[in-house]
């Protein structure tokens, strides 16, 4: 017969009770805890376990049970366990498995027959007699024969007991459980156990879990929160999510939109379920986004694209869309909190289940300030996993930070559908009799029940690290950088071919939702740089047709009631502002002559181009027919001053300096005695820094560096000018050590007259391809800049944010600032930069498993606004030849104006209906119908952080606007002032303009409350 119970563990005591076990060492001091609770063996000794340090271990006694964790295997002497069995103890050691454990100890104890006299004499009643009348009882003679659901109780009971000693230790908390109180119910539950009377079993480990609760009130006497945060995706879909579903703990599942939308089609049984559960609130839905795209680097608008079809496959399925923004993947940055306030979030989780950086400050609730001041809710303390024995040996210490530190404590508990972790399942019995270590609820529940946070915690750009580059060379994807550029590429093409048709429409008075564009985009980011085999070119195909109808309709709609035959071309300006900007020719037609809109021509054998000046969201039309003035030709008469000679290309505001040495650039600079602006090098960078031997006026000396070096076979001039200055360099990039050709390579250097913009363009052949990590191992451009004090800024969803770290990711630009000059690279897509100490960079172009061998810089001087070039550089002007010309309304002409050039026209959209004022904030009015009514809306983007008024002309003047969110909630209500809109920005913000040509319509009030006197 058993006496008493004795734990062993690897400490002093339980005030520095160890956290930092492996796996299995915490399992089984965790399961040693638990098992010793089994009420057959409380029924045995009646009294509760106790424990004792390994390192001083008690005294050899007859009946007792001692359990040694296997984490205290090296305290205890060779010997010491045999004569503890000599003695007549049982010792139970090497072993962590709850159900091998419970074998043991239920060995041990199996000698023991339930009493059946009283100890005063008196007569108790005997297993399976009717005590008091009350009914029959089960005859039991064995624990096997226990009720295992009670058992399993009993077990949880003894695990909720140690967290709570832990936690209140970790609260620096060491007033006593009512131990009395404790063993005198629990005892009392195992006795009536064995006896067979279950009811009192219940309500005695309920008075148990309450004892504990109280406890644990002492030193924290609010409400704790436990967030039980389950991952689905389709393919652990199966009957065993049902109970999880038809439960009534609550429960939040964290899937994208398009898991969600699998789920419904291939299993329709369970997504009911899924969506009776989120009507009755038991169940939430974590998310909102479609695919979880990699956002940091894409455009702004395959973001608001993802977001926006998620939230509305959500509403399709479940009748709510999310209120709590979270995801699995990378995706912060400082615009979220703006974006998922603006699309309909309340909340959002700042922190992933992903690699990748970003800021670690753990809190339960905080407000999240993005880069534009707008807040949003938010928690960022990580998970503990739920099927890790580690997660529970800590969560004491987790728990008590958030007691410690939170306005409101919470921890997250992630886990997928089907976990087996008895600690979880200890958690989920403990919370049933009383919420001792906290409560369950789900996310949207816990932010409307906490109050909200005073501080305001605000991260900056440089803080975030996607893990894309690294982890897709890992996983050995094709094209880990050139995927970006393709995307930015297919992107580009889709809103030019989308600003053409909505133009049409609008001209047209037509409304956008008419024209068919939803699906094309969809083709396009479903195309994006997550496909990793190659698919079919429907996009492509779509975004021609669009394309062509959209110049199609916008050039009739220019030419209409034109009455003269002078054939022309339009060339066509999708951007917001003013540029200068190089077009590619048709072959049939003559080129203009130089003059007017038109500040320069070149034609060779291989191409013949025009830099056309264009206004914002506007057109130029030029006749072409033999009878209209002819371009000028390129002969060296008429060359003035050429544009490249002794290896110096130039314009009229700088001059670039052809390395013959590298065939990279030597320097770029300003006329008279002005410093190096920029060079630029083509290199190979080894993983490890080498020594490498280096003569200098022949003296032979060490060097170390991490970089190849590059040398000129020939520099090749294409133009002279007098408009267009081209050359092209060949050469090779190889290892000073051993002199093997790593790389051949050809750049081309490309610059206009009265353009301040050079353009490089990059071409790799032979390419001995880099192995390894991505960041350390790779072909680039290596960039230098003379001003060690420069500001280096880059581009995060085009607004401008300083570089932080020395990896950086930036797909539109890196500008380099001081007082007196800006330089902006224009990246073309390439998303990965790397900073060299403080005058260094070097944009990362072919790593492991890139196979694109061509791209493109443009390096643009003096441009206070560096997206404006940034995208003027990746944005072609769309020539489009007419038969009949000019137009009625004249040769030049705009759309739409904006007079702040900080401030982006990035795209028109459809009207929006004020959303229901009486719906709860995770509805939404299912609506099939489009709103009323004829206009559109603009969408402005403020880049450079500045507060900006802005005033916006359209070709019609309005009659009534107003500022809306993404769901069409109204944010500000504008002016009209004459003919201009006059509005106010904030730094960073992102505003949808609605301009109405009809009345608006009226603003839905409440419905009425009816009242009865029934």
Same mark, same amino acid.
């Given at each position: 017969?058993?006496?008493?119970?004795?734990?062993?563990?690897?400490c002093?005591s339980?005030?520095?009770?160890?956290?930092?076990?492996?796996?299995k060492p915490?399992?089984?001091?965790?399961?040693?805890?638990?098992?010793?609770?089994?009420?057959?063996?409380?029924?045995?000794?009646?009294?509760?376990?106790?424990?004792?340090?390994?390192?001083?271990?008690?005294?050899?006694?007859?009946?007792?049970?001692?359990?040694?964790?296997?984490?205290?295997?090296?305290?205890l002497?060779?010997?010491?366990?045999?004569?503890?069995?000599?003695?007549?103890?049982?010792?139970?050691?090497?072993?962590?498995?709850?159900?091998?454990? #419970?074998?043991?100890?239920?060995?041990?104890?199996?000698?023991?027959?339930?009493?059946?006299?009283?100890?005063?004499?008196?007569?108790t009643?005997?297993?399976?007699?009717?005590?008091?009348?009350?009914?029959?009882?089960?005859?039991?003679?064995?624990?096997?024969?226990?009720?295992?659901?009670?058992?399993?109780?009993?077990?949880?009971?003894?695990?909720t007991?140690?967290?709570?000693?832990?936690?209140?230790?970790?609260?620096?908390?060491?007033?006593?459980?009512?131990?009395?109180?404790?063993?005198?119910?629990?005892?009392?539950?195992?006795? @009536?156990?064995?006896?067979?009377?279950?009811?009192?079993?219940?309500?005695?480990?309920?008075?148990?879990?309450?004892a504990?609760?109280?406890?644990?009130?002492?030193?924290?006497?609010?409400?704790?929160?436990?967030?039980?945060?389950?991952? #689905?995706?389709?393919?652990?879909?199966?009957?065993?999510?049902?109970?999880?579903?038809?439960?009534?703990?609550?429960?939040?599942?964290?899937m994208?939109?398009?898991?969600?939308?699998?789920?419904?089609?291939?299993?329709?049984?369970?997504?009911?379920?899924?969506?009776?559960?989120?009507?009755?609130?038991?169940?939430?839905?974590?998310?909102?986004?479609?695919?979880?795209?990699?956002?940091?680097?894409?455009?702004?608008?395959?973001?608001?694209?993802?977001?926006?079809?998620?939230?509305?496959?959500?509403?399709?399925?479940?009748?709510?869309?999310?209120?709590?923004? @979270?995801?699995?993947?990378?995706?912060?940055?400082?615009?979220?909190?703006?974006?998922?306030?603006?699309?309909?979030?309340?909340?959002?989780c700042?922190?992933?289940?992903?690699?990748?950086?970003?800021p670690?400050?753990?809190?339960?609730?905080?407000?999240? =300030?993005?880069?534009d001041?707008t807040?949003?809710?938010?928690?960022?303390?990580?998970?503990v996993?739920?099927?890790?024995?580690?997660?529970?040996?800590?969560l004491?210490?987790?728990?008590?930070?958030?007691?410690?530190?939170?306005?409101?404590?919470?921890?997250?508990?992630?886990?997928?559908?089907?976990?087996?972790?008895?600690?979880?399942?200890?958690l989920?019995r403990?919370?049933?009799?009383?919420?001792?270590?906290?409560?369950?609820?789900?996310?949207?529940?816990?932010? !409307?029940?906490?109050?909200?946070?005073?501080?305001? $915690?605000?991260?900056?750009?440089?803080?975030?690290? @996607?893990?894309?580059?690294?982890?897709?060379?890992a996983?050995?994807?094709?094209?880990?950088?050139?995927?970006?550029?393709?995307?930015?590429?297919?992107?580009?093409?889709?809103?030019?071919?989308?600003?053409?048709?909505?133009?049409?429409?609008?001209?047209?008075?037509?409304?956008?939702?008419?024209?068919?564009?939803?699906?094309?985009?969809?083709?396009?980011?479903?195309?994006?740089?997550?496909?990793?085999?190659?698919g079919?070119?429907?996009?492509?195909?779509?975004?021609?047709?669009?394309?062509?109808?959209?110049?199609?309709?916008?050039?009739?709609?220019?030419?209409?009631?034109?009455?003269e035959?002078t054939?022309?071309?339009?060339?066509?300006?999708p951007?917001?502002?003013?540029?200068?900007?190089?077009?590619?020719?048709?072959?049939?037609?003559?080129?203009?002559?130089?003059?007017?809109?038109?500040?320069?021509?070149?034609?060779?054998?291989?191409?013949?181009?025009?830099?056309?000046?264009?206004?914002?969201?506007?057109?130029?039309? #030029?006749?072409?027919?033999?009878?209209g003035?002819?371009a000028?030709?390129?002969?060296?008469?008429?060359?003035?001053?050429?544009?490249?000679?002794n290896?110096?290309l130039?314009?009229?505001?700088?001059?670039?300096?052809? $390395?013959?040495?590298?065939?990279? %650039?030597?320097?770029?600079?300003?006329?008279?005695?002005?410093?190096?602006?920029?060079? =630029?090098?083509?290199?190979?960078? +080894?993983?490890?820094?080498?020594?490498?031997?280096?003569?200098?006026?022949?003296?032979? +000396?060490a060097?170390?560096?991490?970089?190849?070096? $590059?040398?000129?076979?020939?520099?090749?001039? %294409?133009?002279?000018?007098?408009?267009?200055?081209?050359?092209?360099?060949?050469?090779?990039?190889?290892?000073?050590?051993?002199?093997?050709?790593?790389?051949?390579?050809?750049?081309?250097?490309?610059?206009?007259?009265?353009?301040?913009?050079? &353009?490089?363009?990059?071409?790799?052949?032979?390419?001995?391809?880099?192995d390894?990590?991505?960041?350390?191992?790779?072909?680039?451009?290596?960039?230098?800049?003379?001003?060690?004090?420069?500001?280096?800024?880059?581009?995060?969803?085009?607004?401008?944010?300083?570089?932080?770290?020395?990896?950086?990711?930036?797909?539109?630009?890196?500008?380099?600032?001081?007082?007196?000059?800006?330089?902006? %690279?224009?990246?073309?897509?390439?998303?990965?930069?790397?900073?060299?100490?403080?005058?260094?960079?070097?944009?990362?172009?072919?790593?492991?498993?890139?196979?694109?061998?061509?791209f493109?810089?443009?390096?643009?001087?003096?441009?206070?606004?560096?997206l404006?070039?940034?995208?003027?550089?990746?944005?072609?002007?769309?020539?489009?030849?007419?038969?009949?010309?000019?137009?009625?309304?004249?040769?030049?002409?705009?759309?739409?104006?904006?007079?702040?050039?900080?401030?982006?026209?990035?795209?028109l959209?459809?009207?929006?209906?004020?959303?229901?004022t009486?719906?709860?904030?995770?509805?939404?009015?299912?609506?099939? !119908?489009?709103?009323?009514?004829?206009?559109? @809306?603009?969408r402005?983007?403020?880049?450079?952080?500045?507060?900006?008024?802005?005033?916006?002309r359209?070709?019609?003047?309005?009659?009534?606007?107003?500022?809306?969110?993404?769901?069409?909630?109204?944010?500000?209500?504008?002016?009209? &002032?004459?003919?201009?809109?006059?509005?106010?920005?904030?730094?960073?913000?992102?505003?949808?303009?609605?301009?109405?040509?009809?009345?608006?319509?009226?603003?839905?009030?409440?419905?009425?409350?009816?009242?009865?006197?029934?």
């Amino acid at each position: 017969m058993l006496n008493d119970v004795v734990i062993l563990i690897p400490c002093h005591s339980l005030e520095d009770f160890p956290t930092d076990l492996g796996e299995k060492p915490a399992e089984g001091i965790l399961n040693a805890f638990a098992v010793a609770w089994h009420p057959w063996v409380l029924a045995q000794t009646r009294s509760l376990p106790g424990w004792h340090r390994a390192d001083s271990p008690p005294e050899p006694i007859a009946g007792r049970l001692i359990v040694v964790p296997t984490a205290c295997d090296d305290r205890l002497e060779s010997d010491w366990i045999g004569r503890q069995r000599d003695a007549g103890s049982f010792v139970i050691s090497g072993i962590h498995k709850r159900d091998e454990l #419970l074998t043991e100890i239920l060995t041990a104890a199996r000698g023991w027959i339930p009493p059946s006299q009283s100890a005063d004499g008196g007569t108790t009643p005997l297993v399976g007699e009717i005590p008091n009348g009350t009914g029959p009882t089960s005859v039991i003679s064995s624990p096997e024969q226990l009720d295992p659901e009670l058992v399993a109780d009993f077990l949880a009971l003894g695990t909720t007991h140690l967290l709570v000693e832990l936690l209140s230790r970790q609260m620096h908390y060491f007033g006593e459980i009512d131990e009395m109180r404790l063993r005198r119910e629990a005892v009392e539950a195992a006795e @009536a156990l064995v006896a067979g009377r279950t009811e009192d079993v219940k309500q005695r480990l309920a008075n148990c879990f309450e004892a504990l609760h109280e406890a644990r009130e002492r030193f924290y006497p609010t409400d704790s929160y436990l967030l039980d945060m389950c991952l #689905l995706v389709p393919n652990m879909v199966d009957d065993k999510l049902i109970p999880l579903l038809t439960d009534s703990k609550p429960l939040s599942f964290l899937m994208t939109a398009r898991d969600a939308d699998e789920i419904a089609r291939d299993k329709p049984e369970i997504a009911k379920l899924l969506r009776e559960a989120v009507q009755r609130e038991t169940v939430e839905v974590l998310g909102g986004e479609w695919s979880e795209v990699p956002s940091p680097l894409l455009p702004l608008e395959s973001i608001l694209h993802d977001i926006r079809r998620g939230r509305a496959t959500y509403q399709r399925l479940f009748r709510k869309e999310p209120t709590t923004w @979270a995801r699995r993947r990378f995706g912060l940055h400082p615009l979220l909190p703006q974006i998922l306030t603006k699309s309909g979030y309340s909340a959002a989780c700042h922190f992933l289940l992903d690699d990748g950086i970003y800021p670690d400050s753990e809190n339960s609730k905080l407000r999240w =300030e993005g880069c534009d001041n707008t807040t949003i809710d938010a928690i960022s303390r990580l998970p503990v996993a739920a099927d890790s024995a580690t997660s529970y040996l800590r969560l004491p210490q987790r728990l008590a930070e958030s007691m410690n530190q939170d306005q409101a404590a919470g921890l997250i508990i992630a886990r997928w559908p089907d976990v087996r972790s008895p600690f979880f399942a200890d958690l989920l019995r403990g919370v049933k009799y009383s919420p001792v270590i906290g409560r369950f609820a789900t996310f949207r529940e816990f932010f !409307e029940r906490t109050d909200t946070p005073m501080r305001h $915690s605000r991260y900056e750009a440089g803080e975030y690290l @996607a893990p894309f580059l690294t982890r897709s060379v890992a996983a050995r994807e094709a094209n880990p950088i050139s995927r970006y550029v393709d995307h930015f590429d297919r992107r580009q093409r889709f809103d030019s071919a989308l600003w053409f048709r909505s133009i049409a429409a609008t001209l047209r008075g037509r409304r956008l939702h008419e024209i068919d564009s939803l699906n094309v985009e969809r083709l396009v980011e479903e195309a994006g740089p997550d496909v990793r085999t190659e698919g079919s070119s429907s996009h492509e195909t779509a975004i021609y047709e669009l394309a062509e109808a959209g110049q199609r309709e916008l050039a009739q709609t220019i030419l209409h009631g034109t009455t003269e035959k002078t054939p022309g071309v339009l060339v066509f300006n999708p951007l917001s502002f003013t540029r200068r900007v190089p077009v590619a020719w048709p072959d049939n037609l003559a080129l203009p002559a130089h003059g007017g809109v038109v500040k320069g021509v070149f034609e060779s054998e291989t191409a013949r181009q025009a830099l056309i000046e264009i206004p914002g969201c506007g057109f130029v039309w #030029l006749p072409t027919s033999s009878g209209g003035r002819a371009a000028k030709r390129t002969t060296e008469e008429n060359l003035k001053t050429p544009l490249f000679e002794n290896n110096v290309l130039r314009n009229e505001f700088f001059e670039v300096h052809i $390395s013959p040495e590298t065939g990279g %650039i030597q320097r770029i600079k300003e006329y008279g005695r002005k410093p190096n602006r920029l060079s =630029e090098q083509l290199a190979f960078r +080894f993983p490890r820094e080498r020594s490498i031997t280096v003569t200098e006026d022949d003296r032979e +000396f060490a060097e170390k560096s991490f970089y190849s070096a $590059s040398r000129c076979h020939g520099v090749e001039v %294409i133009s002279r000018g007098p408009w267009l200055g081209e050359v092209q360099t060949t050469g090779e990039i190889f290892d000073q050590k051993t002199d093997a050709v790593l790389a051949t390579f050809r750049q081309t250097f490309r610059l206009w007259r009265g353009r301040r913009v050079l &353009d490089i363009d990059i071409e790799f052949d032979a390419v001995k391809m880099p192995d390894g990590e991505p960041w350390t191992n790779y072909f680039g451009v290596r960039w230098a800049w003379l001003d060690s004090t420069a500001a280096l800024t880059r581009s995060v969803l085009g607004t401008t944010q300083p570089v932080g770290q020395d990896r950086f990711e930036s797909p539109h630009y890196i500008e380099i600032a001081d007082d007196d000059t800006r330089t902006t %690279i224009v990246t073309h897509g390439l998303p990965f930069h790397r900073k060299i100490g403080r005058r260094m960079c070097d944009s990362l172009l072919i790593v492991e498993g890139e196979t694109k061998r061509r791209f493109r810089f443009s390096i643009a001087f003096e441009q206070p606004y560096p997206l404006q070039a940034a995208i003027d550089s990746m944005t072609p002007a769309v020539v489009i030849p007419t038969e009949v010309g000019p137009p009625r309304c004249g040769t030049t002409g705009w759309f739409l104006h904006v007079d702040a050039p900080n401030v982006q026209l990035t795209r028109l959209t459809d009207l929006m209906d004020e959303p229901r004022t009486d719906a709860a904030s995770w509805e939404t009015a299912e609506t099939t !119908e489009p709103p009323a009514g004829s206009g559109f @809306a603009v969408r402005l983007q403020e880049t450079e952080g500045r507060r900006q008024s802005v005033a916006l002309r359209c070709f019609r003047t309005p009659l009534s606007v107003r500022l809306r969110d993404f769901t069409g909630r109204t944010t500000g209500q504008p002016r009209i &002032d004459g003919d201009v809109v006059r509005l106010e920005l904030s730094p960073f913000e992102i505003a949808d303009l609605e301009l109405r040509f009809d009345p608006p319509p009226p603003v839905p009030q409440e419905s009425p409350t009816l009242t009865s006197d029934l």
